[in-house]
């Protein structure tokens, strides 16, 4: 038995974000004789097409004009509903970026069809697709299967895992030369890009030094971002200390922040609120620092360190410099 599967890519700064090839080697291991579809959207994306097929796409459809170099959804949505009434594939997958976030329910609500969001695990049980995520800010998960009709699935990044990548794999590339109506189009008007000084992307980053209001100031990040240098990390926060105005909205993490998954996550000064864990306790490995032993953030902590962090967090840095 099989099911084709269609996997849109999500592209930053012409590169496949990981998540995009974490779908695609799920989709490989689930289509069965089914085939498993690409999609590329964007303006310059056709280069990216051989990597889609190395990772295990059989049909890569391109959709390379200038008028989807930036996101809007009137366009993508255009663009994907013509692939889908093409090829009638029974599941499809996005990023749960804040693309995806916002494509894939204008496209179910299209397709009167089912959505799961946030997907953190999605498996094969007794011949159905089920979908695991979380719910209650992240206190329980769900277990939700998926109807044989055409399904939408959102995929938390840095959770389904890589697959490897194979140069014997083979695929076909089809330039889908594609009708895009103008009409009605919202216009973009510009991007404000937050940029990480390690470049590190926060949402899909290995390891995450993160601070909250503990840190006390804007300055008080300074030691944080010593440790994310040298671990070649992305710094983080609370919405405490953004609130504070320690730092960015772009850099909170948690239930109205984003939600990430590293190998790794270091909380500074951060007490650990429910709305906090939401954003972070699917790390594989959190590390508490903080000077309250009753913190609840301990609770959730494989580490914890209790002590001021302007002592232990440049301790670390200095450890770390020397492996
Ligand atoms: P605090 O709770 O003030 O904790 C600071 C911690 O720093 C304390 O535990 C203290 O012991 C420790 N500390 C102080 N000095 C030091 C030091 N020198 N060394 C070590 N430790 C020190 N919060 C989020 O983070 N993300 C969200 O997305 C989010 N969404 C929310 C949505 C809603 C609807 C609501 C109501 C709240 C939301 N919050 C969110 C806010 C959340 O409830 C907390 O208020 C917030 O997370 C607290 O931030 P904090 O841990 O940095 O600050």
Redesign the pocket.
């Known amino acids: 038995m099989g099911r084709d599967i269609l996997v849109i890519a999500d592209v930053k700064n012409g590169k496949l974000r990981n998540v995009s090839l974490e779908m695609l080697h799920k989709a490989a291991q689930l289509a069965g004789d089914g085939k498993v579809h690409g999609l590329l959207i964007g303006s310059q994306v056709k280069p990216l097409a051989e990597e889609w097929i190395r990772n295990g796409a059989k049909r890569v459809h391109v959709a390379d004009q200038e008028i989807l170099k930036d996101y809007t959804p009137d366009a993508y949505v255009q663009v994907v509903c013509q692939i889908i009434d093409k090829e009638q594939p029974g599941i499809v997958m996005l990023a749960h970026s804040a693309i995806g976030r916002d494509l894939a329910p204008a496209l179910a609500a299209k397709y009167q069809a089912g959505q799961v969001s946030d997907a953190i695990a999605i498996t094969e049980e007794d011949g159905r697709i089920v979908c695991t995520r979380p719910i209650y800010a992240g206190k329980a998960y769900t277990k939700v299967a998926l109807p044989t009709e055409l399904s939408f699935i959102t995929v938390r990044p840095n959770n389904l895992g890589l697959g490897e990548a194979d140069g014997s794999n083979l695929g076909e590339v089809v330039e889908s030369g594609l009708d895009i109506s103008k009409d009605s189009l919202r216009t973009f008007i510009r991007e404000v890009v937050q940029k990480s000084t390690t470049g590190v992307d926060l949402s899909e980053a290995k390891i995450i030094v993160s601070g ?3 840190v ?1 100031s804007a300055d008080g990040f300074a030691p944080l971002q010593q440790l994310a240098d040298v671990l070649q990390a992305a710094v983080g926060a ?4 953004c609130d504070a105005g320690y730092c960015d909205y772009a850099l ?6 984003k939600v990430v998954t590293p190998d790794l996550y270091i909380a ?9 864990l ?2 972070m306790s699917s790390s594989k490995v959190i590390v508490a ?4 032993p009753e ?1 609840p ?1 301990f609770k959730v902590a494989d580490y914890g360190i209790v ?4 002592a232990v967090v440049p301790m670390l840095t200095e450890e770390f410099k020397r492996l």
């Open positions: 909250g209001r503990g006390k609370s919405r405490g200390a909170q993490i948690g239930q109205t922040g500074c000064g951060i007490s650990g609120a429910i709305q906090h939401a954003g620092i903080n000077k309250d913190a953030i002590g001021d962090l302007f």
